[in-house]
């Protein structure tokens, strides 16, 4: 199956700066298959970003995706107080699905 | 406006079944573009995918739940179950049920989530 380890694990930031998460494969991710999702405390996960850079429907421009291959990046242009969440990586390329460990991003 | 809603017993004893069914309002179970899925979640594990179901009851496993797992389907009821046999301590998670959209491979509706413990 394969792995996906994101990182860093924590990323401490203020509102309004620039966050840079990434997601790494153990293979190569086939078809672009490769999602992003938001989580809240308590909250169920929300798809953010799939095919590596697509928004999801109601996803504002300030979340963009990247990557190819086995790196993928997913960016936070101007960090707002409701982006403060646990954010996960998601392939579907390859059985079986398999999600990231998250990263959180916490308010510094 | 899509809905899934998750039901089922909120405490299970060891080696007995875990049973769960997933109630979809908002549009039919039986559109082919979707298939339909289970995932856990547990502090210990992160996000796991249970695996996946379609309309037709063709099903998707995770090789490393497949030998325990029953998926099915009633197109009529709009829902869908997973039954998850010989239930064991590390089986404690919240489930979720969800879409899985077949030209993306992504997962796009979620249920609200059931927390489920295993013990005696």
């Known amino acids: 199956e394969i792995v996906l380890t994101q990182s860093p694990g924590t990323l401490s930031l203020s509102p309004g700066e620039r966050a840079t998460l990434s997601c790494r494969a153990s293979?190569?991710?086939?078809?672009?298959?490769l999602a992003w999702y938001q989580q809240k405390p308590g909250q169920a996960p929300r798809l953010l970003i799939y095919g590596v850079s697509s928004r999801a429907t109601d996803i504002p421009d300030r979340f963009s995706g990247s990557g190819s291959g086995t790196d993928f990046t997913l960016t936070i242009a101007r960090l707002e107080p409701e982006d403060f969440a646990v954010y996960l990586c998601q392939q579907y390329g390859s059985a079986p699905l398999t999600f990231g460990g998250g990263t959180k991003v916490e308010i510094k | 406006q899509l809905h899934l809603q998750e039901s089922g017993p909120g405490l299970v004893r060891p080696s007995e079944n875990l049973a769960l069914t997933c109630t979809v309002s908002g549009g039919p179970i039986s559109n082919s573009l979707y298939f339909w899925a289970w995932i856990r979640q547990s502090p210990g594990k992160g996000l796991e995918w249970i695996g996946s179901?379609?309309?037709?009851?063709?099903?998707y496993y995770n090789p490393s739940l497949k030998d325990r797992l029953t998926f099915s389907i009633d197109t009529s009821k709009n829902q869908f179950s997973v039954t998850l046999s010989s239930v064991t301590a590390s089986d404690t998670a919240v489930y979720y049920c969800a879409r899985l959209v077949d030209s993306i491979m992504a997962l796009d509706s979620w249920g609200r989530g059931a927390q489920v413990t295993v013990s005696s």
């Open positions: 293979q190569t991710v086939n078809k672009n298959f």
């Open positions: 179901v379609f309309h037709t009851g063709s099903a």
